[in-house]
């Protein structure tokens, strides 16, 4: 069952208690701009939305679906899907359906948005030169209230950003999950993006040029609205760029600590390999004359000290076969 609520300029917020859909056009009458807000819609307020109020039927079906970011005027109304935070989770964007007819907002969504508070907020501390405005001060208010609700996330994404570089660079301590930290930023800066180059997309569709979706004497807070959602595109942007590069260099990083290790052990393997290579012709000999034989002839080598002086010999042939080949230019670099 759809959630109701109901807060109009001169009555504050309307108790829902026993309003129905049918009767909240005679609830309004006289209270000047109002604004209903319906959560998880169903086939009642689709029935509202098409015969009661007659908007577009394309606008009430993308109300009741997962619309693209869009605004477009009709003949009895306009219509805007704008993207905003939803409180299930930060990662989580979710589609707000504003219609705008002469003094009502209604607003249709499948879950809870938290700038939504912020704009109830604001419409009841509303003095009477800015409930001059009309119904464009609360779209107005709405949009503002969506950017105002990313400026804090971003300052967070900021902080988290700064303390993931410091851990990439800092050459004293390896850090664990970096990495994991990097990617799990880029993931809410992309999600968060989904919802502020929505905002800036409806408002520059807004002060689009002879399209008339707003009142002229509204145009200066929404032209500063565009700037700040422009502001806050450019911020994320930039963000996003940050955390790749930060992940970039956190690879690289990995990838020469990787060939330095494998340079190291290249260097113990081909220490190994040559000492390995001297000594196997010396076991050889050490092997055969160790042999406990009568027939070997020892006085022809020279006794112990020749066989020595063989093992001596053996050894400084192959170094020098090794050195000719450059396989000890390692060892005197």
């Known amino acids: 069952m759809a959630e109701l609520r109901l807060q109009t300029a001169a009555s504050g917020r309307i108790s829902t208690e026993d309003l129905t859909l049918d009767g909240v056009l005679k609830v309004i009458e006289g209270e000047g701009l109002a604004w209903l807000d319906i959560l998880r819609p169903d086939k009642e307020v689709r029935t509202f939305l098409l015969e009661t109020m007659f908007f577009e039927e394309l606008a009430v079906e993308d109300a009741f679906g997962d619309a693209d970011t869009t605004a477009q005027k009709f003949q009895n109304h306009r219509f805007i899907v704008v993207k905003a935070r939803d409180t299930d989770n930060r990662l989580d964007t979710e589609p707000v359906a504003a219609f705008i007819t002469e003094n009502l907002l209604i607003t249709v969504r499948h879950s809870t948005i938290p700038p939504l508070k912020i704009l109830a907020r604001r419409f009841r501390r509303a003095d009477d030169e800015q409930l001059s405005l009309g119904v464009d001060f609360l779209l107005y208010e709405m949009l503002d209230a969506i950017a105002d609700d990313w400026t804090p996330i971003l300052n967070t994404y900021s902080s988290e950003l700064d303390e993931l570089e410091f851990q990439v660079f800092d050459p004293n301590i390896r ?159």
């Open 175 to 333: 850090y664990d999950g970096v990495l994991e930290g990097l990617h799990n930023l880029k993931r809410k800066l992309r999600e968060s993006s989904k919802s502020i180059e929505s905002l800036n997309t409806v408002t520059m569709r807004l002060l689009k040029p002879n399209e008339r979706l707003i009142s002229e004497g509204v145009t200066p807070y929404f032209s500063d609205l565009n700037q700040l959602s422009l502001a806050l595109v450019k911020r994320a942007n930039n963000y996003a760029s940050g955390a790749t590069s930060a992940r970039d260099s956190y690879l690289s990083n990995i990838s020469m600590q990787l060939a330095e290790s494998n340079a190291q052990l290249t260097e113990v393997m081909t220490t190994l390999t040559i000492i390995g290579a001297i000594m196997l012709p010396l076991t050889l000999i050490a092997g055969i004359f160790g042999m406990n034989n009568d027939d070997l002839p020892l006085e022809l080598v020279g006794g112990f000290w020749g066989i020595i002086a063989m093992m001596v010999a053996f050894a400084v042939l192959m170094l020098s076969f090794f050195w000719r080949r450059g396989w000890l230019k390692t060892f005197t670099q």
